[in-house]
């Protein structure tokens, strides 16, 4: 029983320490597995799964750990606002791509990536 909560820690310790950003196909696959699971449950819409599965599959970056510098604290408020620039962007500009019988995750996944390039310019 003891080595439950051990492997647990470790599978999260393990999972922090992979980074918070996902590869595109890693981002596609999420997506088209969360938009399939949502959009057949009933009161559900496309627009409204299309932004779930933005939101969850994007991951927004960790927060700065505590008794971290200023500096990685202000680097931290950048990735936040990069997140944020493209959780916006891909909302307004990505999800018409998905309909009830198409995710679309390849086309999403491309405007995705658009949007994260301009908003880390910025």
Do not use: I, W
């Not at 408020?77 to 307004?92: E, H, I, N």
């Not at 996944?109 to 880390?120: Q, R």
């Amino acid at each position: 029983m003891e080595r439950r909560p051990s492997l647990a820690m470790v599978c999260v310790v393990l999972g922090l320490l992979m980074g918070t950003h996902l590869s595109m196909a890693d981002f596609q696959m999420c997506y088209g597995s969360c938009f399939v699971l949502c959009v057949f449950k009933p009161g559900e819409n496309v627009f409204k799964c299309a932004y779930q599965c933005l939101k969850d599959c994007l991951l927004p970056p960790s927060a700065s750990p505590p008794g971290s510098s200023a500096v990685s604290t202000l680097s931290a408020d950048r990735l936040d606002a990069s997140y944020f620039c493209t959780l916006g962007c891909s909302t307004s500009m990505c999800t018409h791509f998905s309909t009830k019988t198409n995710p679309g995750e390849k086309e999403v996944g491309g405007c995705v990536e658009s949007c994260s390039g301009m908003c880390s310019k910025h």
